[in-house]
């Protein structure tokens, strides 16, 4: 293993942040895989997880078994690490500006296209090789000018010519469940069957520019920008969310990492046979996971879990009006997979409380949280 550090440039005088990055195997070797935790850098199961995992790695390294190329990225934001407000930490946006550390990703698709205008053949991994060259041109042409954009720019251009891609993060409470593009669907049901996965999210284009996303959306415009030309499906590229916010353990996290040697393994960055210990996940559209919001301020008592498959118009539990004793339902908004909760016992009326994901898309446009 060989570690790799990248300063970012910082934002206020006498304060410096750093990158860590653990590269595994050889270098240029394909697979590429990349995976980083802490990105939203409250959400600490990846963290761990990736910790056991670099354990696994380092001895599979010692046994020649590391035939692709791995790169980890124990802790991807020590900027929002370092975000404490009110004994609280506050790792999902940045402070200065509010942005959320998953959006804002650059678009590398217009700038690259201009440079394979008249360039692609008609072979598909040929074409492949000149969008990933093209790809790493608009990404060196990007320029920072905060800490966070500088951030962004380091982690890609650690991450943007991987062949899987994977961020790690974790809901508030739930039941493990991924993002994916439509573009691999052989690998995100494998990633579903290592993993344990109850469900995936498969949209091409969620809006916000993700981490994920950033690294899957190029590759489809430049194929719609090039029809003529055939060009492979490009990377897989996932957001996995590790269960919630407290399913922080060591038993837990050996799990996952063992189940992510699992998936290195099938999908040949490591050496072996792998076989998947989990049935297949649910497959279902992102525009299908609708939202429950609160009825009125309170409290909030639920009485379905994450992993309940529950009916449209189920009540969920309730929101109890504290000084009136007014109690009102939460209820399902479609029929389907009750995914996740929101990690507060306490709402404000109009609030979001908690996911349910369904077959039928419900909605458009921009499809993630801020
Ligand atoms: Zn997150």
Same mark, same amino acid.
């Given at each position: =293993?060989?570690?790799?550090?990248?300063?970012?440039?910082?934002?206020?005088?006498?304060?410096?942040?750093?990158?860590?990055?653990?590269?595994?195997?050889?270098?240029?070797?394909?697979? @590429?895989?990349?995976?980083?935790?802490?990105?939203?850098?409250?959400?600490?199961?990846?963290?761990?997880?990736?910790?056991?995992?670099?354990?696994?790695?380092?001895?599979?390294?010692?046994?020649?078994?590391? +035939?692709?190329? /791995?790169?980890?990225? $124990?802790? &991807?934001?020590? /900027?929002?690490?370092?975000?404490?407000?009110?004994? @609280?930490?506050?790792?999902?946006?940045?402070?200065?500006?509010?942005?959320?550390?998953?959006? !804002?990703? $650059?678009?590398?698709?217009?700038?690259?296209?201009?440079?394979?205008?008249?360039?692609? +053949?008609?072979?598909?991994?040929?074409?492949?090789?000149?969008?990933?060259?093209? %790809?790493?041109?608009?990404?060196?042409?990007?320029?920072?000018?905060?800490?966070?954009?500088?951030?962004?720019?380091?982690? =890609?251009?650690?991450?943007?010519?991987?062949?899987?891609?994977?961020? /790690?993060?974790?809901?508030?409470?739930?039941?493990?469940?991924?993002?994916?593009? $439509?573009?691999?669907?052989?690998?995100?049901?494998?990633?579903?069957?290592?993993? !344990?996965?109850?469900?995936?999210?498969?949209?091409?284009?969620? !809006? !916000?520019?993700?981490?994920?996303?950033?690294?899957?959306?190029?590759? &489809? &415009?430049?194929?719609?920008?090039?029809?003529?030309?055939?060009?492979?499906?490009?990377?897989?590229?996932? +957001?996995?969310? %590790?269960?919630?916010?407290?399913?922080?353990?060591?038993?837990?996290?050996?799990?996952?990492?063992?189940?992510?040697?699992?998936?290195?393994?099938? /999908?040949?960055?490591?050496?072996?046979?792998?076989?998947?210990?989990?049935?297949?996940?649910?497959?279902? $559209?992102?525009?299908?996971?609708?939202?429950?919001?609160?009825?009125?301020?309170?409290?909030?008592?639920?009485?379905?879990?994450?992993?309940?498959?529950?009916?449209?118009?189920?009540?969920?539990?309730?929101?109890?009006?504290?000084? +009136?004793?007014?109690?009102?339902?939460?209820?399902?908004?479609?029929?389907?997979?009750?995914?996740?909760?929101?990690?507060?016992?306490?709402?404000?009326?109009?609030?979001?409380?908690?996911?349910?994901?369904?077959?039928?898309?419900?909605?458009?446009?921009? %499809?993630?949280?801020?």
């Amino acid at each position: =293993m060989t570690p790799e550090t990248r300063d970012l440039p910082a934002d206020s005088p006498g304060r410096a942040h750093r990158l860590t990055c653990l590269r595994y195997g050889s270098p240029g070797a394909r697979p @590429k895989v990349y995976l980083q935790a802490g990105l939203h850098a409250d959400e600490m199961p990846g963290v761990l997880t990736l910790q056991h995992l670099a354990g696994l790695l380092d001895a599979a390294e010692a046994a020649g078994q590391v +035939t692709g190329e /791995i790169l980890l990225v $124990p802790l &991807a934001n020590p /900027i929002g690490f370092a975000q404490w407000v009110q004994h @609280k930490p506050q790792g999902r946006q940045d402070l200065e500006s509010m942005q959320n550390f998953n959006r !804002g990703y $650059p678009d590398l698709a217009p700038r690259a296209g201009d440079a394979l205008e008249g360039r692609l +053949t008609g072979d598909a991994d040929q074409n492949a090789a000149l969008v990933r060259a093209a %790809l790493t041109e608009a990404l060196a042409a990007e320029r920072a000018t905060t800490e966070v954009q500088a951030l962004r720019l380091a982690l =890609m251009g650690w991450s943007h010519d991987a062949d899987h891609v994977l961020d /790690i993060h974790c809901d508030h409470h739930a039941v493990l469940h991924l993002y994916a593009s $439509p573009a691999r669907p052989e690998v995100t049901d494998l990633l579903c069957r290592a993993t !344990g996965s109850a469900l995936a999210l498969v949209q091409e284009v969620s !809006g !916000g520019n993700a981490f994920d996303e950033a690294h899957t959306a190029p590759w &489809a &415009a430049l194929r719609r920008r090039f029809p003529d030309h055939p060009l492979t499906s490009g990377p897989f590229s996932t +957001t996995l969310e %590790l269960r919630g916010q407290f399913d922080v353990d060591d038993a837990t996290a050996a799990g996952d990492a063992a189940n992510l040697m699992v998936f290195l393994t099938a /999908i040949g960055a490591l050496a072996g046979q792998a076989a998947p210990a989990h049935g297949p996940g649910l497959h279902y $559209p992102l525009g299908g996971a609708l939202e429950c919001f609160a009825p009125q301020g309170g409290v909030v008592s639920w009485q379905a879990a994450p992993g309940d498959m529950v009916a449209e118009g189920q009540v969920l539990g309730h929101v109890t009006h504290p000084m +009136t004793r007014r109690r009102l339902p939460v209820t399902a908004p479609c029929a389907g997979l009750l995914f996740r909760l929101e990690l507060w016992r306490s709402c404000l009326a109009g609030q979001g409380l908690a996911h349910v994901a369904g077959p039928e898309p419900g909605r458009d446009g921009h %499809l993630l949280s801020d």
